[in-house]
């Protein structure tokens, strides 16, 4: 004889011994029928967890996932020190390269990003034309608001340590541009000098590739480090150098993590 859930069976044959006229059988059946719905009425309590309507079981995991949500926008402070050629030749001193970068994550893995960085870029060229001149020998210096833009790849990881690629295009605008020029290489006695003062602005005229890793040290917290080449696409300056310049970012880059609370409720 099965049993449905919370239901008492009687067997009639202890019914028909007992249930003789004054043994009070009613009483104690009521008795017993009135326990089982106390039961049955406590374990009908229970707690119900409300979901938002249109939201599937499967959806409210994942999103218990990702309670801890990444902000979309990152900041980042970046220094190089910067070697720079007409047309990838020989170089002469160390430049630098320092700012600002903002990045903006499309995804997890990709993001889009600017800057705004202050460069000094010391070059050397040989066989330069200037005005109506040449030159066999040629020293330039330009300071100038380096302005990249670039789209960024980041493999993805489980680690701390994450490589990224990135592929953009900067604009060179001159604050000053010193030039030395040397008609006969082997006299450094005969030597001639411009200068011009915020009179060029470049625009995306430079091709900016590079490849890096950066190292989790904090929740919010990256390092980076990222060797990069920048090609020219056109001239830049007073007299449309070539201008290339290789070296290697070292940043710190803030990425907050957005904490996304859970409310519940119950009844």
């Known amino acids: 004889l099965q049993r449905a859930p919370n239901q008492v069976v009687v ?54 996932k990702k309670s801890d949500r990444w902000s979309r926008l990152a900041l980042k402070v970046s220094y190089s020190p910067d070697w720079s050629a007409n047309k990838f030749g020989k170089t002469s001193s160390v430049g630098k390269t320092y700012g600002l970068f903002v990045e903006y994550y499309i995804a997890r893995s990709l993001s889009v990003s600017a800057g705004f960085l202050y460069a000094q870029k010391l070059y050397t060229a040989e066989n330069l034309e200037y005005s109506i001149y040449t030159a066999e020998y040629e020293e330039g210096e330009c300071r100038m608001w380096d302005v990249p833009v670039a789209i960024n790849y980041y493999l993805p990881s489980t680690s701390k340590l994450q490589f990224f690629a990135s592929l953009g295009l900067s604009s060179y605008l001159m604050n000053n541009e010193r030039y030395k020029y040397y008609p006969d290489a082997t006299n450094p006695y005969l030597v001639y000098g411009d200068e011009f003062h915020k009179k060029n602005k470049d625009w995306f005229k430079i091709l900016n590739v590079s490849l890096g890793a950066q190292l989790r040290i904090r929740p919010s917290l990256y390092l980076q480090v990222e060797p990069f080449v920048k090609a020219p696409l056109l001239g830049v300056g007073e007299w449309d150098i070539a201008l290339s310049s290789i070296g290697t970012f070292v940043s710190l880059k803030f990425q907050p993590k957005l904490k996304h609370n859970e409310t519940k409720r119950s009844r």
Do not use: F
């Open 11 to 64: 067997d009639n044959t202890d019914k028909e011994r007992s249930a003789t006229p004054g043994t009070g059988y009613t009483a104690k059946v009521s008795q017993v029928l009135l326990a089982v719905d106390s039961v049955t009425a406590d374990s009908a309590i229970v707690t119900v967890e409300e979901k938002p309507m249109g939201m599937s079981e499967d959806s409210v995991a994942d999103d218990e």
